[in-house]
Nanobody, 121 residues
Framework: QVQLVESGGGLVQPGGSLRLSCAASGSILTIYAMGWYRQAPGKERELVADITRGGSINYADSVKGRFTISRDNAKNTVYLQMNSLKPEDTAVYYC???????????????WGQGTQVTVSS
């Protein structure tokens, strides 16, 4: 099996910064795309940013210029640096990974348990 463990959420004032981390572990052969999604109360889960194994990046328009996604392939970890946070960024943030497990050839999708980010004064 594969586990994704997120960390780094919390309460921050508007204009502040947080850095989220998500580490994947388990029977991993290769991780392809990794990404961050978020879900605010009463809303659908939405893509925040994703990054391929080769480093190609995609951001939601709402976070461009404020958030930066990166990854460390050697550590099977993806990061999300969030700057200039706004109250509308408040949500549970989930990481996602597209994984080929050891002993398999198919691609499987895994989610972390989520970490709460609250932006409030």
């Amino acid at each position: 099996q594969v586990q994704l463990v997120e960390s780094g959420g919390g309460l921050v004032q508007p204009g502040g910064s947080l850095r989220l981390s998500c580490a994947a572990s388990g029977s991993i052969l290769t991780i392809y795309a990794m990404g961050w999604y978020r879900q605010a109360p009463g809303k659908e889960r939405e893509l925040v940013a994703d990054i391929t194994r080769g480093g190609s990046i995609n951001y939601a328009d709402s976070v461009k210029g404020r958030f930066t996604i990166s990854r460390d392939n050697a550590k099977n970890t993806v990061y999300l640096q969030m700057n200039s946070l706004k109250p509308e960024d408040t949500a549970v943030y989930y990481c996602n990974a597209h994984v080929v497990r050891q002993g398999t050839v198919g691609l499987s999708f895994y989610w972390g348990q989520g970490t709460q980010v609250t932006v409030s004064s």
